[in-house]
Every structure is written in C-alpha cells, then in structure tokens.
C-alpha cells in the first residue's frame, strides 16, 4: 500500500510564502512523475505543477514564476514552494504520485488559505 502524506499547508497574508511538503511511504513500484494539484469548493481539481523523474516541470499559467516544484528521488519526495501568494490561491493542495506501473496515487490535501 503506497501512502502519500502532505505537509506545510496553512493561514498566510497576501503577498506572503508557503511551502507544501508531501512523502510518499510503502509498497512503491518507482515513483515516475510527481505533482501538486489544487482544488476549490464547487469546482474541477486542477494542476498546479508537475515535475518528472528527470527534473522537467510544467506549471499552470495562474502560478508561474511565483511558485516552484522541486523532489527528491532518494527521499521520493516532492515540495511546492508558493510565493506572492494571492486569495485566488485558496485552496485545498493535493499532492499526486505516477509510479511506473502508471498507476496514480493521491494525497489527502492540505488547506492553504490566503487572506489579510
């Protein structure tokens, strides 16, 4: 069983930072790609950012160049690092594993909330 933890979610002020962690622990056949997606009451899961096995990212337009996925293939982790954040960020964080199998694996998010 492949389990996928999140962390650093929280309370921030416009224009502040936060960093979202997120370990993956079990029975873990390869972890291939690795994302962060995000998602608002009422409204479709979207990505945030995506980083495969090599380093190559992708990023949704919203966050680009405010925010920056990065990992750890010896840790099989995965970080988001969120700057200049907006209200329009507000959101409930899921992180998200690929595993060679192609199997997907989801995390159980964590709130991040943007308000003065």
């Known amino acids: 069983q492949v389990q996928l933890v999140e962390s650093g979610g929280g309370l921030v002020q416009p224009g502040g930072s936060l960093r979202l962690s997120c370990a993956a622990s079990?029975?873990?056949?390869?972890?291939?790609?690795l994302g962060w997606y995000r998602q608002v009451a009422g409204k479709e899961r979207e990505l945030v950012a995506r980083?495969?096995?090599?380093?190559?990212?992708n990023y949704a337009d919203s966050v680009k160049g405010r925010f920056t996925i990065s990992r750890d293939n010896a840790k099989n982790t995965v970080s988001l690092q969120m700057n200049s954040l907006t209200p329009e960020d507000t959101a409930v964080y899921y992180c998200?594993?690929?595993?060679?199998?192609?199997?997907?694996?989801w995390g159980q998010g964590t709130q991040v909330t943007v308000s003065s």
């Open positions: 998200k594993m690929n595993d060679y199998l192609g199997r997907d694996y």
């Open positions: 079990g029975s873990i056949f390869g972890v291939n790609a």
């Open positions: 980083i495969s096995r090599a380093g190559s990212t």
